[in-house]
């Protein structure tokens, strides 16, 4: 089914590639979400007429009306996934099919039409075949895929749009944070803003939940943390995920701890990829939810021994120290601990090929 899909895709390969020397330039330490590769890839969506157009070009300017609906009415939803360099020189993307998945069901909350799973894998495999020689090969490197759609149709009018474009762009990416890829980070309990509510868009991965924290992130920054944890609209007790990343816990007895998804917490595909892996160490892993408050006193205590965040662009990361205008602690030695690291040696030996793949999570593209 895949080839019937990919085959309708028209290829059109850049003309003015960057020249081999300068893209081994970029290459060498790309800052994140800064460099581009040389070709995208575009779908357009018409009622009445479905899908069509889709091509994978030279990456270029998207034209736009200063009506186009997304600008007024936030019509928008992407995903971020990776594409990484194999031990035989291949390349491979990482559980694409749950991608496309979550794609659609934010397509789904922001009244956007669905678009079909073998038409997103199609667009995204086809563009990683493109733009192989962008996969860098230096360790905790990647090639970054950013699908997305938004609301093309030129009107004015509290609607659903009848008109959208979907299009991928790609950047090789190194570690996300300016530490490196195994610093551990600090976090700032953001007690003045909340990023979701129920009944709201918590679990659609829409741009305007990332507006809704950049506020909070400010103040995080201000106050010399790397990140910003928000907690539940309702109680605003529960801790619920930071600002693009979810959170797990470590406790003394080797069991992890995550909150639950309850429509106001994004389902991350790393987060579920670190249950499967943890699970299948033999560890018990919990779904439920945990307060501030708990997190603070089992810090001080010694009953929680460790506490990481993690995401497609930022993997695995360990968090060391937490400070809020009522919370302040640090967690076990404010560095990377043992089962953190283990998780995420884990996970990235998988994702680049280097360990066997049970899950069938890998697919190699070339």
């Known amino acids: 089914m895949n080839n019937v899909v990919e085959s309708t895709l028209s290829i059109e390969k850049n003309p003015n590639p960057v020249p081999a020397d300068e893209r081994a330039r970029r290459l060498e330490n790309p800052a994140f979400g800064r460099v581009f590769t040389d070709h995208m ?6 009622e009445g007429k479905g899908w069509h157009d889709a091509k994978v070009g030279p990456r270029g300017v998207i034209p736009s009306d200063p009506a186009m609906q997304v600008f007024h009415y936030a019509q928008e939803i992407f995903e971020g996934m990776k594409a990484y360099r194999l031990p035989d020189g291949g390349g491979a993307l990482f559980r694409p099919d749950a991608n496309a998945r979550r794609f659609q069901n934010s397509a789904k909350r922001l009244a956007m039409p669905s678009l079909p799973e073998d038409l997103f894998l199609a667009s995204v495999r086809e563009l990683v075949r493109l733009d192989r020689e962008w996969i860098p090969s230096g360790e905790g490197s990647a090639l970054y895929l950013r699908p997305f759609m938004m609301a093309t149709e030129v009107a004015l009018g509290v ?6 474009l979907y299009c991928v762009i790609a950047c090789p990416v190194g570690a996300y944070f300016k530490g490196g890829a195994s610093a551990a980070v600090t976090i700032w309990v953001s007690d003045s803003y909340t990023r979701a ?13 990332y507006a809704a924290s950049l506020v909070a992130q400010a103040e995080a920054t201000r106050e010399g943390c790397d990140q910003v944890v928000f907690l539940d609209a309702v109680e605003r007790r529960w801790i619920e995920e930071l600002g693009g990343m979810n959170v797990f816990f470590v406790f003394e007895d080797g069991s992890l701890q995550t909150p639950p998804l309850t429509g ?9 990829s670190l ?3 943890a699970r299948d160490m033999g560890l018990t892993v919990r779904e439920e939810p945990y307060s501030i408050d708990q997190w603070q006193a089992d810090a001080r205590s010694g009953r929680l021994r460790e506490a990481f965040a ?18 302040n602690f640090t967690i076990g030695n404010g560095g990377a601990g043992e089962l953190t690291t283990k998780l995420k040696a884990a996970l990235v030996d998988l994702q680049n090929g280097r360990a066997p793949d049970p899950h069938g999570w890998l697919d190699r593209v070339f």
């Open 159 to 164: 609607k659903p749009a009848a008109e959208y």
């Open 264 to 272: 106001t917490i994004l389902p991350g595909i790393t987060r579920d």
């Open 275 to 277: 249950i499967t892996l």
């Open 197 to 209: 509510a129920p009944g709201g868009t918590g679990e659609a991965k829409c741009g305007g939940n």
């Open 41 to 46: 890839a575009t779908i357009r969506y018409t």
């Open 310 to 327: 993690c995401g497609t662009a930022a993997v695995v990361t360990p968090i060391g120290k937490v400070k809020g205008h009522k919370h």
